[in-house]
């Protein structure tokens, strides 16, 4: 197949989306398809320039705020126009944050009639939308910890929520504008950080604990992992993510049979919930008595051969080049679906 790898963008997650599409290209060229390297801010790459972008590792922080608005001012449309792109069998979205996670891109795809992985552009709103997701976890049986949107009083926010209160963007991924509140002074503070990243804000309870995840296949749900930080973190935090030692990731976690089956459970319910389509990675924190909430589902989970997704992929007998052309054929079989063939 001839694919259309899109990655970068102008998001915050820029960094994570360049180093899941870096090896996503790899991977299908080693699964012996022809790819397009197109970064959604620049455009299709030569062989230089992809190079030299593919081979960038991601930085201890996410892009400055300066460097993203040049990118916007000149980047023109989120799907680039080129003769590259017309004859493409399908597009392998390594997109992450911003318009090509939240069903902007899903939606201009729809409108070419070009396949692309991962779910469509309403159910990849929904998921990208905190609020607009735990209502509809609560909805499905799967447990998931009180939240409430800003603006709320700091009063009001103590009482339902406690302390510490996890304050973030509503709509916004790996942790960027995150922060722990442990005090009602706080909490102004932090919202006004979060909304630096979203124009909507939303305060969780904070629910200690170990941090679990759980990949999606094909409607299946892939091996179970355990997600450690190192250095004392209390969450699993951009640095942790994305720097060589940050966490330990154990694939397949270390829990009972009975436990791990309810992670897949809950996981596979959080899915269909949200009517999310081929594949993605359903997060939980379990609290100290074995309970497990769910936190949220990535439509696009991080893609290199080390992130979280294709680890649950490798631990289920899936290695990642078999992964990544696996996800390619799921969308092209939906795509003639659609259509009617």
């Known amino acids: ?40 801010a620049r455009g299709v790459l030569a062989g230089g ?22 990118l916007r001012a000149s980047s023109g449309s989120p799907l680039p126009a080129s003769a590259e792109m017309k004859d493409v069998d399908v597009v392998f979205l390594t997109l992450h944050g911003g318009t090509g996670e939240d069903g902007t891109i899903q939606a201009l795809l ?6 692309y992985v991962g779910s469509g552009h309403a159910a990849s709103a929904v998921a990208m939308d905190k609020d607009w997701s735990k209502r509809l976890f609560r909805a499905a049986g799967v447990p998931t910890a009180e939240w409430l949107m800003a603006p709320v009083d700091a009063a009001e926010a103590e009482a339902a929520l406690g302390l510490p ?7 916004q991924g790996s942790t960027v504008g995150l922060t722990i509140v442990r005090s009602r002074d706080e909490l102004q503070p932090a919202i006004d950080e979060a909304l630096r990243h979203d124009d909507e804000v939303m ?40 720097q060589h ?10 829990l009972p049979d009975e436990q791990t089956r309810l992670v897949q459970d809950l996981g596979l319910r959080a899915h269909r919930a949200l009517k999310l389509e081929g594949f993605s990675r359903v ?19 991080g893609m290199t051969a080390t992130s979280l997704l294709p680890q649950s992929a490798a631990a289920a007998g899936i290695p990642f080049p078999e992964l990544c052309d696996r996800i390619c054929r799921l969308a092209v079989e939906r795509h003639r679906r659609k259509q009617g063939r």
């Open 245 to 254: 030692g940050g966490a330990d990731e154990i694939f397949p976690a270390d």
């Open 49 to 70: 320039d992809e190079q030299r972008l593919l081979t960038a590792g991601v930085a201890p922080a996410p892009p400055a705020e300066a460097e993203l608005a040049t």
């Open 165 to 171: 209160i996890v304050v973030k963007p509503n709509k």
């Open 110 to 115: 729809d409108l070419t009639g070009i396949p």
């Open 283 to 301: 997060d939980f924190r379990m609290d100290a008595e074995g309970g497990l909430w769910c936190l949220e589902v990535n439509t696009l989970p």
């Open 1 to 40: 197949m001839r694919v259309a790898v899109l990655f970068g963008g102008t998001s915050a997650e820029r960094d994570v989306s360049v180093a899941s599409g870096a090896q996503v290209v790899k991977a299908l060229r080693e699964a012996g398809h022809q790819v397009v390297a197109v970064d959604t």
């Open 203 to 242: 305060l969780e309870a904070f629910v200690a604990g170990r941090e679990l995840t759980v990949g999606i296949l094909e409607d299946r749900a892939l091996a179970v992992g355990e997600i450690i930080p190192r250095g004392g973190a209390e969450i699993f935090d951009y640095a942790s993510k994305y």
